[in-house]
């Protein structure tokens, strides 16, 4: 089993910061993906940037460069800076874990990002 504890959320406004984490715990082992994921009310859930276990980073485009990810393996944590931020960044953002040769994926609880403009 696998657990995802998110925290960094909160309110802020047009074009400052925020940095959201997430704790991965249990059986973490093997080629994985950790990924941020964000729904806003009323939309699907999108993919925001993922990284493999290998290292390998996607972002989403409309992201323009505004977002980093990064995970440190000895603390099991995957991390996402967030810069610029817009209004339209309103969302939950949600932190996953997939392992795709289990066939298993794990989602956090999520955490509110507001940006007020």
């Known amino acids: 089993q696998v657990q995802l504890v998110e925290s960094g959320g909160g309110l802020v406004q047009a074009g400052g910061s925020l940095r959201l984490s997430c704790v991965v715990s249990?059986?973490?082992?093997?080629?994985?993906?950790m990924g941020w994921y964000r729904q806003a009310p009323g939309k699907q859930r999108d993919v925001v940037a993922t990284?493999?276990?290998?290292?390998?980073?996607n972002y989403a485009e409309f992201l323009k460069g505004r977002f980093t990810i990064s995970r440190d393996n000895a603390n099991n944590t995957v991390s996402l800076q967030m810069n610029s931020l817009k209004p339209e960044d309103t969302a939950v953002y949600y932190c996953?874990?997939?392992?795709?040769?289990?066939?298993?994926?794990?989602w956090g609880q999520g955490t509110q990002v507001t940006v007020s403009s």
């Open positions: 990284i493999t276990s290998a290292g390998g980073i």
């Open positions: 249990g059986s973490i082992f093997g080629y994985h993906i």
């Open positions: 996953n874990v997939n392992f795709p040769t289990r066939g298993s994926s794990y």
